[in-house]
């Protein structure tokens, strides 16, 4: 481990990069407690500063992660394995996959799989008519773009570099670790602790917003069954019951308390997409999600590379800006939670878990719950259009009230509050495992008294922002996270490309037995003999 104290109150822990990352969150807490509207004001101001450099810089980034993902997965280093040569994975492949989609996107998705198709069913820059059968078609697609390949990309890049360092090189789990052939013994030094504290200031913003998110909706939900109206005192009372069942639950380790209730909500996911594909309009939702689906791999390569060059207006900023900003935050927390719970696996069986298989999922659960609601808004009584526009988090409760399913509908909205809960504490307890996990210099099993503090911490956080208010300083302080934690991650492509020089992959197949030559040339005529002469023939020749 780096720089483990050995007594003391940061016993276990890298005093440094704690007591440092402490005092950073302490003083951003102190700054939104007391200067609220100040806090909003000055990131949104930063915000609208380097807007027109993340434009092209997150695209250019998040596209290059996509195609070095699928090289790792298809190309020399495929059978490369994230532990010994013939070492086992540890978890089954459903808890696996369960536990790495609950952490990595299931609050983000809960939230936004009604919320952005509808809002960019009424206006995006690509199609002239909004709220039009081809307006539908194009925010299905747009949505899928920001929840697709192109997220998990990142996601699954620090991941594997994680993974790769700690269990194929034996390096502690944590972030400097995938900078160790490039910083060398610096990595135990001051350079590998500022990577840590970028590695924390971007998991702990980006935790913070997506409960905050969470939170609010969570809240429409209560509205929804109880009636108890939307507040920033419930909200907040929300936030403080989430961070400790979640804070009770990292205590209890990962094989336990994480992995079973990862397995839990995505039973409970299953039982919900199941009964919105029953009790919704069946066959255009299978049919919207099929078209959909190809229409977003049909133009997955240019909406990669678009940046708003010839647009002039604010989409791709309030759009593929945030969501990458979002994703790169997120990376160091669920890249070393995936990490956690990857062992065993080899390059080939990673890429396609973590890049395919939830990619999958967010497309059918994205096709059912915003097919739905666009179906309600065409052809239906509509009213989602207007939730959506009164307050973004009532979108999900606002579309099971258009099912009309009386009593149904309200149990239906009351699994969808379990649903959200869980999700919360799932991604709550993730984070702050992680953030212990680097702060303690990679042990993956951080003394309890910090996961408590940094379970406090997050609850504290969550509240400023949603003091803060609005989605919009969520986004904002999320945006701000990543920048610099994103040029950690170029760094970790330098350092894994690398160390995989020493890797050994299988040589190819088949040797040359004959010089190069057109095949319109008779062979006695290019000087090579058509047919195997033996030793004698030879001498007799000669």
Same mark, same amino acid.
Request: hydrophobic fraction near 55%; glycine fraction near 10%; charge should be negative.
């Given at each position: 481990?780096?720089?483990?104290?050995?007594?003391?109150?940061?016993?276990?822990?890298?005093?440094?990069?704690?007591?440092?990352?402490?005092?950073? =969150?302490?003083? !951003?807490?102190?700054?939104?407690?007391?200067?609220?509207?100040?806090?909003?004001?000055?990131?949104?101001?930063?915000?609208?500063?380097?807007?027109?450099?993340?434009?092209?810089?997150?695209?250019?980034?998040?596209?290059?992660?996509?195609?070095?993902?699928? /090289?790792?997965?298809?190309?020399?280093?495929?059978?490369?394995?994230?532990?010994?040569?013939?070492?086992?994975?540890?978890?089954?492949? @459903?808890?696996?996959?369960?536990?790495?989609?609950?952490?990595?996107?299931?609050? #983000?998705?809960?939230? +936004?799989?009604?919320?952005?198709?509808?809002?960019?069913?009424?206006?995006?820059?690509?199609?002239?008519?909004?709220?039009?059968?081809?307006?539908?078609?194009?925010?299905?697609?747009?949505?899928?773009?920001?929840?697709?390949?192109?997220?998990?990309?990142?996601?699954?890049? =620090?991941?594997?570099?994680?993974?790769?360092?700690?269990?194929?090189?034996?390096?502690?789990?944590?972030?400097?670790?995938?900078?160790?052939?490039?910083?060398?013994?610096?990595?135990?030094?001051?350079?590998? *602790?500022?990577?840590?504290?970028?590695?924390?200031?971007?998991?702990?913003?980006?935790?913070?917003?997506?409960?905050?998110?969470?939170?609010?909706?969570?809240?429409?939900?209560?509205?929804?069954?109880?009636?108890?109206?939307?507040?920033?005192?419930?909200?907040?009372?929300?936030?403080?019951?989430?961070?400790?069942?979640?804070?009770?639950?990292?205590?209890?380790?990962?094989?336990?308390?994480?992995?079973?209730?990862?397995?839990?909500?995505? +039973?409970?996911?299953?039982?919900?997409?199941?009964?919105?594909?029953?009790?919704?309009?069946?066959?255009?939702?299978?049919?919207?999600?099929?078209?959909?689906?190809?229409?977003?791999?049909?133009?997955?390569?240019?909406?990669?590379?678009?940046?708003?060059?010839?647009?002039?207006?604010? /989409?791709?900023?309030?759009?593929?800006?945030? @969501? /990458?900003?979002?994703?790169?935050?997120?990376?160091?927390?669920?890249?070393?939670?995936?990490?956690?719970?990857?062992? #065993?696996?080899?390059?080939?069986?990673?890429?396609?878990?973590?890049?395919?298989?939830?990619?999958?999922?967010?497309?059918?659960?994205?096709?059912?719950?915003?097919?739905?609601?666009?179906?309600?808004?065409?052809?239906?009584?509509?009213?989602?259009?207007?939730?959506?526009?009164?307050?973004?988090?009532?979108?999900?409760?606002?579309?099971?009230?258009?099912?009309?399913?009386?009593? =149904?509908?309200?149990?239906?909205?009351?699994?969808?509050?379990?649903?959200?809960?869980?999700?919360?504490?799932?991604?709550?307890?993730?984070?702050?495992?992680?953030?212990?996990?680097?702060?303690? #210099?990679?042990? %993956?099993?951080?003394?309890?008294?910090?996961?408590?503090?940094?379970?406090?911490?997050?609850?504290?956080?969550?509240?400023?922002?949603?003091?803060?208010?609005?989605?919009?300083?969520?986004?904002?302080?999320?945006?701000?996270?990543?920048?610099?934690?994103?040029?950690?991650?170029?760094?970790?492509?330098?350092?894994?490309?690398?160390?995989?020089?020493?890797?050994?992959?299988?040589?190819?197949?088949?040797?040359?037995?004959?010089?190069?030559? &057109?095949?319109?040339? *008779?062979?006695?005529?290019? #000087?090579?003999? !058509?047919?195997?002469?033996? %030793?004698? &023939?030879?001498?007799?020749?000669?």
């Amino acid at each position: 481990m780096y720089r483990q104290a050995s007594a003391g109150l940061f016993k276990g822990m890298n005093a440094r990069v704690t007591l440092i990352a402490i005092i950073m =969150v302490g003083a !951003a807490l102190v700054y939104g407690a007391f200067f609220t509207e100040h806090l909003a004001e000055l990131l949104e101001r930063v915000r609208g500063l380097v807007n027109p450099f993340l434009e092209w810089y997150y695209v250019l980034l998040v596209a290059f992660l996509l195609l070095f993902m699928i /090289w790792l997965g298809v190309g020399r280093f495929k059978n490369v394995r994230l532990g010994g040569d013939n070492e086992q994975p540890e978890f089954t492949f @459903f808890s696996w996959i369960s536990m790495l989609f609950a952490a990595g996107t299931g609050v #983000g998705i809960l939230f +936004w799989a009604v919320a952005q198709p509808i809002m960019q069913f009424q206006e995006n820059p690509f199609v002239a008519d909004g709220m039009s059968p081809e307006a539908a078609r194009l925010a299905m697609r747009l949505t899928y773009f920001h929840w697709g390949l192109n997220g998990w990309a990142i996601f699954s890049f =620090v991941a594997l570099v994680l993974a790769y360092f700690a269990y194929r090189r034996n390096l502690p789990l944590t972030v400097r670790s995938g900078l160790e052939p490039i910083l060398g013994k610096r990595t135990h030094g001051m350079l590998g *602790d500022l990577v840590d504290l970028l590695a924390v200031f971007g998991t702990v913003f980006g935790i913070a917003t997506t409960l905050g998110l969470g939170v609010q909706q969570m809240n429409a939900g209560l509205d929804a069954v109880f009636g108890l109206s939307s507040s920033v005192t419930l909200q907040l009372v929300i936030t403080a019951v989430i961070m400790s069942v979640a804070t009770l639950s990292v205590v209890s380790g990962v094989k336990r308390g994480v992995r079973l209730l990862s397995e839990a909500n995505f +039973w409970l996911s299953i039982a919900v997409v199941v009964f919105m594909l029953l009790f919704g309009p069946t066959q255009y939702l299978i049919a919207l999600t099929i078209e959909s689906a190809g229409d977003y791999l049909q133009n997955l390569l240019g909406m990669t590379f678009h940046t708003n060059a010839t647009i002039a207006d604010d /989409w791709q900023s309030e759009w593929t800006v945030f @969501f /990458w900003g979002w994703w790169l935050a997120w990376s160091p927390f669920v890249g070393m939670f995936i990490a956690r719970v990857s062992r #065993g696996r080899t390059f080939r069986e990673f890429v396609m878990g973590v890049l395919l298989v939830p990619t999958v999922i967010t497309i059918i659960w994205i096709g059912l719950f915003g097919g739905t609601a666009l179906y309600h808004e065409l052809f239906g009584a509509g009213g989602i259009i207007q939730a959506v526009d009164d307050d973004v988090a009532t979108a999900l409760f606002a579309t099971v009230a258009a099912m009309d399913l009386g009593i =149904v509908g309200v149990g239906v909205s009351a699994v969808l509050v379990v649903l959200i809960a869980t999700y919360l504490i799932t991604s709550a307890n993730a984070g702050t495992l992680v953030i212990n996990t680097i702060l303690a #210099g990679g042990d %993956p099993e951080p003394p309890t008294g910090h996961r408590i503090i940094w379970g406090v911490v997050l609850g504290l956080l969550t509240a400023v922002l949603l003091l803060a208010g609005g989605l919009e300083t969520l986004q904002s302080a999320v945006i701000m996270a990543a920048l610099p934690f994103s040029v950690v991650v170029i760094l970790m492509v330098v350092g894994l490309l690398k160390a995989l020089h020493g890797e050994r992959f299988a040589a190819r197949t088949g040797a040359r037995t004959e010089a190069p030559r &057109e095949p319109w040339v *008779d062979l006695d005529d290019a #000087g090579i003999q !058509a047919t195997p002469v033996s %030793p004698d &023939e030879r001498h007799l020749h000669h």
